[in-house]
């Protein structure tokens, strides 16, 4: 499959790229994308939540009152989880919510996540190129040139160019990110993926190898 690379203007170059359809144009496989995003997601949380029980709260062991005779229930003391204020039963404690996924199958969903894209015409070639300088208006002009604006766009680069970096930065639906840290996530958090054209072939070789 053959597509065009265009300039950061918005216009054709006179020159294709050949996409491997090893890679692009796979049939995509749901499952691994889902197992994929949902290791990411699990893997940004924290984990810190945490409720008080009965050996942790503060207060008085007195019991309330005598056992029988009452006609009332049994209370051993102000801290049961029955009354107000009182401790959490089976509440939520620190945990880890990482799990492995194979190597194998984390690939199969970066590559059925890009097949996607390509399919929905999300994936665009850039010719390489780099500003001057940070400036915020140099990202936002190459947004108006594809017209953009209001779409999430994700900018695949080969290496880290920090006037790149820091001339997106302040745009909130652009993401600047190195092709070697691409995952499943963000290229399907992407309304369209802009992927310069020296960092194709290091996108090839890290979802194969």
Excluded: C
Aim: aromatic share 6%.
């Amino acid at each position: 499959m053959e597509v065009e690379v265009y300039n950061i203007k918005g216009a054709k170059t006179d020159r294709k790229v050949k996409l491997n359809d090893a890679v692009f144009g796979i049939e995509p496989n749901d499952h691994a994308i889902y197992l994929d995003v949902k290791q990411f997601m699990a893997n940004r949380r924290q984990g810190t939540h945490a409720t008080l029980e009965v050996s942790m709260l503060s207060g008085s062991t007195r019991k309330l009152h005598r056992q029988k005779g009452t006609g009332g229930s049994r209370k051993g003391s102000i801290k049961s989880p029955l009354f107000r204020g009182g401790a959490r039963v089976f509440g939520p404690q620190p945990r880890d919510y990482n799990f492995k996924l194979n190597k194998k199958l984390k690939k199969l969903a970066r590559m059925s996540a890009l097949s996607y894209k390509v399919k929905e015409n999300g994936f665009t070639v850039l010719e390489d190129f780099t500003f001057e300088a940070p400036k915020t208006k140099n990202v936002i002009d190459l947004l108006k040139n594809f017209q953009l604006e209001d779409s999430k766009t994700l900018l695949i680069t080969n290496g880290t160019d920090p006037n790149i970096v820091l001339s997106a930065r302040n745009l909130q639906k652009v993401k600047v990110i190195n092709v070697s840290d691409l995952n499943t996530y963000e290229i399907l958090n992407a309304n369209r993926l802009l992927v310069t054209e020296s960092s194709l072939k290091e996108l090839e070789n890290i979802t194969q190898n």
